[in-house]
């Protein structure tokens, strides 16, 4: 949802006739059943892959046991899906319906055309106090629409930050691309170029597919445990055994369905640094990448990206390269920034508007908090008033 898929636009609610009514399915029932017409709601220009159902089955397959099944709320609309939405329930003492996703999913969107936010709203606030999405994009259509729909129906609506996509948007030609980034990165990462070039014979590659995969997931999966996330105590694709199913199943059913892009970087036949990618929808999304801790002083993953940065401006046909959460090395690159958010919407009831106040006071500033302390002794002057 960038770009043309970020615009604004007016959404309408459909005559109540024609709304046939909703169903709740779990993940593999959806996939099977609504497969088709999932993916025709999430197949949009620029659209994200997170939403698309094969997306879903890989990432619930993998990390599903780390708490509550989710379920897939399925509108029908005539003879039409109108709105697919994987939401997981979570909270005791305060029901939730939330998008319950872990750090391998860089933003969370779901399916829903523009004129049933109201109904999708309704539907889910009817079993829960609170929703809780994210990280979706803050600009988005499917934001503003679920904000716009909740804030009608009197219900209250939280949007925090959540850091920001770093994009890196394609221009028609290299030179033009070349001129966006700074010089002092251009310079450096040519000179790397050079440097590894003397060093011997340098190869670059796009793996998408084919009998080879599995070996080079491996040789990825394995450079990646030898860089800092091996030895510094962090979290390699390794280290855990649904973080690896879902790495290796998603590269097999993308490369199947032609949307994996496995950038590599070879000096003298050894594995350098990969960029794990998917191409669909006009756009690239980088998932993981690592590098060679012997080679860390010519920045090979630097070296990568121009190379699969000029391969993708020659060949045609993406118009934007996401890198996900922005971090310090992510916004030298990046050409733009887009926010991301996480939006809650609350229930008017007792335990929604509690929710909403501490959720509003713990990170206030103390302007804020004596806002927060105003509005709760009017909200509960009103209770006692009407009980």
């Keep these: 949802m960038t770009r043309g898929a970020l615009g604004r636009r007016t959404l309408l609610m459909p005559h109540a006739a024609d709304l046939a009514g909703w169903i709740e399915l779990d993940v593999e029932t959806a996939v099977e059943t609504l497969g088709d017409q999932w993916r025709q709601l999430t197949d949009a220009p620029e659209a994200p892959p997170t939403g698309d159902p094969m997306w879903h089955r890989v990432y619930w397959r993998a990390f599903g046991a780390d708490g509550p099944a989710p379920r897939v709320h399925a509108l029908r609309v005539g003879d039409e899906v109108s709105a697919i939405i994987p939401v997981r329930r979570t909270g005791r003492l305060l029901r939730q319906w939330s998008s319950g996703v872990n750090a391998h999913t860089p933003y969370w969107t779901f399916a829903l055309s523009g004129q049933v936010a109201v109904a999708a709203v309704e539907h889910l606030m009817a079993s829960a106090r609170v929703l809780d999405f994210g990280p979706l994009y803050a600009c988005g259509v499917l934001t503003d629409a679920l904000a716009r729909a909740a804030r009608g129906r009197g219900l209250r609506v939280s949007q925090d930050a959540h850091g920001a996509d770093a994009v890196i948007d394609l221009p028609a030609s290299w030179a033009e691309l070349r001129r966006s980034f700074r010089t002092k990165l251009v310079g450096n990462t040519f000179r790397a170029l050079r440097q590894l070039r003397r060093l011997g014979r340098l190869d670059f590659e796009v793996v998408t597919g084919g009998a080879a995969l599995p070996q080079v997931l491996t040789e990825c999966f394995a450079l990646e445990t030898l860089g800092w996330k091996g030895w510094r105590g962090g979290t390699p694709i390794r280290s855990r055994p649904d973080t690896l199913q879902f790495y290796s199943e998603l590269a097999g059913v993308s490369a199947a369905a032609g949307r994996l892009a496995l950038y590599t970087?070879?000096?003298?036949?050894?594995?350098?640094?990969?960029?794990?990618?998917?191409?669909?929808?006009?756009?690239?999304?980088?998932?993981?990448?690592?590098?060679?801790?012997?080679?860390?002083?010519?920045?090979?993953?630097?070296?990568?990206?121009?190379?699969?940065?000029?391969?993708?401006?020659?060949?045609?046909?993406?118009?934007?390269?996401?890198?996900?959460?922005?971090?310090?090395?992510?916004?030298?690159?990046?050409?733009?920034?887009?926010?991301?958010?996480?939006?809650?919407?609350?229930?008017?009831?007792?335990?929604?508007?509690?929710?909403?106040?501490?959720?509003?006071?713990?990170?206030?500033?103390?302007?804020?908090?004596?806002?927060?302390?105003?509005?709760?002794?009017?909200?509960?002057?009103?209770?006692?008033?009407?009980?």
């Design 265 to 387: 970087l070879r000096l003298n036949s050894t594995l350098i640094a990969f960029e794990y990618c998917l191409r669909h929808n006009g756009r690239i999304d980088l998932l993981k990448l690592s590098y060679h801790p012997d080679f860390g002083r010519y920045s090979p993953n630097n070296a990568l990206r121009f190379l699969l940065l000029q391969r993708e401006l020659e060949s045609g046909g993406v118009r934007s390269y996401h890198m996900g959460l922005v971090s310090e090395w992510k916004a030298r690159w990046a050409t733009r920034l887009e926010p991301l958010c996480r939006l809650r919407i609350y229930d008017p009831g007792a335990r929604g508007t509690l929710a909403y106040l501490v959720k509003s006071w713990i990170p206030g500033r103390a302007r804020q908090k004596v806002v927060v302390l105003r509005s709760a002794r009017r909200w509960l002057s009103g209770r006692v008033r009407t009980a």
